[in-house]
């Protein structure tokens, strides 16, 4: 393995695994504000459910910060070309992340877990909903840095090759980062809705606190249904569009279209040949690409074929593949919520022991989801670490050799997995306890 290589497979792993947890917390400080209004309006289940979720909320929060700080420094240990070159721009965003969002987010966690008691049913509504405000600013910085790699804009390149920031208005609205946000947070709301869902599933499967339950299921399967529509149209939708204006050789690899032609057709399934330029044993829906892009069944896409190779992304089948995994379980989340929106609609969701199974087993589907549509946008962004500016051969730290990025690696995936045995036990502790466990447990 060259140097290269592992530097991009540690920071892969490292974002993947810390992303885990800010997609489960950032929509689940929207369905905790839900909760407390609920519980502002007289219903104490759906209150005592808002404690029960705050502090789950608090151990994956703990998580994400746990493994969220290593990850930021990678920039200056494996990526020391990129952030010299870069610094002055995405540092920005990342400084304001930390200095505004995760401290309001930080301090009004805290006092959030002071519990009603103390502060009162209207304080502790307020509360809330600063936690979810910090959390959601938290995600709009990290998103727009993110956006700046993939669409640069308000920057300037110095004489020295340096970028340097030069419309700061610019860099904080540029257009894909508005587009790219709306797609992710309605992605962490579907995680938080199946994660809400999945454990009012569990106690109604085991006949325990039924009607705490029945609120979980209740907010979880409507907020599901709602974000797993909006996950695909529009957000989906416009990110797709943006990807064909800017990024042709990325959207033609995701969706496994080699050949220019008009009225092209979406490729459901299929194994990508590169060396024949084709999918293998393919499922097609004619014109559907052409119409889905253009709203034109007789619209020209453009191939691969096409496009100069050394802007073709770097990992075709495994940005094709990510893809068609988000898209897939995507969709296959939409007919699980509504199923479940048509027996909660009847009345019928709380002896629904099928469904309430689906909805439990569902609970993984989304975490996959989310993680495959980021690896769909940074593998559709090669060969560029910055698109048009910086190409990823040439930011990463050329005095850290392979070996000992490797080292670090191993030492990280063994630490992670500690984490990940310590943060389960903690899970199923509190689950156990179930919401009406006290404060001071």
Known sequence: MDALTAHRFHFAFTVSYHYLFPQLTMGLALLIVVLKAMGLRGDERADEGARFFTRLFALFFAMGVVT????????????ARFSEAAGGVIGQTLAMEGVFAFILESAFLGLLLLGEERLGKKLHFATACMVFVGTWLSGYFIVTTNAFMQHPVGHEVLADGSIALKDLGAYLTNSWAWVQYAHTMVGSV?????FMAAIGAYYRLHDEHVEHADRFLKVGVIAGAIASLLAAFPTGDFQAKLTHDHKPAAFA?????????????????GQPDIDAMELDNPLYVPGMLSFLTHKRWDSEITGLSEIPRDEWPDNIPLLYYAYHVMVGLGTLLMAVFGLAAFALFRRKLGESRRVLWLLMLALPFPFVANTAGWM??????????L???????DGYSANVSSGNAVFTLLGFMGLYALLSLLAFMVFTRI?????????AH
Do not use: K, S, Y
């Not at 579907?190 to 199946?194: K, L, N, R």
């Not at 769909?376 to 670490?385: C, S, V, Y």
């Open 68 to 79: 969220g700080i290593p990850m930021e420094f990678q920039f200056g240990t494996n990526w």
């Open 190 to 194: 579907v995680t938080a809705a199946t």
């Open 253 to 269: 690899a995701m969706e496994g279209h080699f050949h220019t032609e008009e009225g092209a057709p979406l490729a459901l399934i």
């Open 376 to 385: 769909t946008a940074e593998l559709g962004r090669q060969p560029w670490l």
């Open 387 to 393: 698109h048009g500016l910086m190409r990823t051969a």
């Open 431 to 439: 689950v156990r306890r179930g919401p009406l466990a006290t404060e």
